[in-house]
């Protein structure tokens, strides 16, 4: 990360927050735009969740990442606390790891 | 979710405090694993000072850990921090007035401060739920980086502690929440497939953006669910 992109993040993340206070009633986002705003960030989060697990540059990251991942993820949706769900990760990861598992 | 806006607001003290913790531990977690993965300390501690947007903070380091250019890991951040524009418009009655309120308001505008200020009826306690979660959750999470970066730095291989899988099981606790609905659920997914096949053949950081494509998938009968976005 370099500080002009670190300063590019926050001035655009900036902007989005302060368009609404300034404008005020003035302009009204239509359902449909807040709708596709809001979906877009699900669908960035959930497409690094699975690139980062699979992926290591342009191929295949091994198997110990995803397993991890996938432990953390069921733990997650069986609603165990945030901790535990990345400690779970990094200790399979790490395991598989130590018993030979790329 | 209705009902549990209502609990939200018969104690909001409590659960802002519970917020703040858990948001606390996130960010231990993201000054940690930004430090480990090799990053030096002043990039977590200055990004969450300016930007305070976990998620975008977390994503934008998960791309450079990847090999990804800064370009990439910007624009990727920017697009996941759109969503605030639309919750800067549902908190404009509670930052009018002078321009320092505008200005200081507007940096505290976060899904939580956002969620917490709508739960409320009565302006004046909208008002109140909003600052208190805003500044409290910038003190906070500002803090809680900081230490973070330090037990970064007493990790040694992070490969050997499965550091690289914490940070994506990070994100999907923070998606899950808006998963569960299908009509996201679905975009995201077919998204996630084209992001991993074109993996191969794109520059690292691309794919992900690639992802974006899933989004031709929204049906125009969707309707906006206004609280379904838990991102720190």
Not at chain 1, 19 to 32: A, E, F, H, N, T
Not at chain 2, 96 to 101: A, M
Not at chain 2, 114 to 131: G, N
Request: charged fraction near 10%; hydrophobic fraction near 60%; include cysteine.
């Amino acid at each position: 990360m370099t500080v002009a992109a670190i300063l590019v993040l926050a001035l655009g993340t900036y902007a989005y927050r302060i368009v609404g206070p300034v404008l005020g009633g003035r302009l009204k986002l239509s359902d449909r735009v807040r709708r596709i705003l809001l979906v877009a960030a699900a669908v960035l989060l959930l497409a690094l969740v699975t690139t980062s697990a699979f992926t290591q540059g342009h191929g295949f990251a091994g198997w110990a990442r995803p397993a991890g991942i996938g432990v953390g993820a069921v733990l997650a949706v069986r609603r165990a606390p945030f901790v535990l769900v990345v400690i779970a990760a990094a200790a399979t990861t790490a395991l598989l790891r130590l018993a030979g598992v790329p | 979710m209705r009902s549990l806006w209502r609990t939200v607001a018969l104690a909001p003290v409590r659960d802002i405090a519970l917020v703040c913790l858990a948001d606390g531990i996130v960010g231990l977690s993201f000054g940690a694993i930004s430090v480990a993965g090799g990053l030096p300390t002043w990039v977590p501690v200055v990004m969450s000072l300016v930007i305070f947007a976990g998620g975008a903070q977390f994503s934008a380091v998960a791309v450079v850990l990847a090999g990804g250019g800064p370009v990439a890991a910007v624009v990727a951040g920017l697009v996941l921090n759109a969503r605030l524009l639309p919750f800067g418009f549902a908190v404009t009655d509670l930052l009018q007035g002078s321009w320092w309120r505008k200005l200081t308001g507007s940096l505290l505008i976060i899904d939580e401060s956002v969620a917490f200020a709508l739960a409320q009826r009565e302006p004046k306690r909208r008002s109140a739920a909003f600052w208190t979660t805003g500044i409290s959750l910038y003190v906070i999470w500002n803090i809680a980086v900081f230490a973070g970066t330090y037990a970064g730095h007493a990790i040694g291989d992070t490969n050997a502690f499965g550091l690289d899988a914490a940070f994506p099981a990070v994100l999907f606790a923070l998606v899950l929440p808006m998963l569960r609905t299908k009509s996201t659920a679905r975009p995201a997914v077919i998204g996630s497939v084209l992001a991993l096949a074109a993996t191969p053949f794109l520059p690292p950081g691309v794919p992900v953006l690639l992802a974006l494509l899933g989004l031709v998938t929204v049906g125009k009968s969707d309707r906006a669910e206004p609280r379904q976005a838990v991102v720190a």
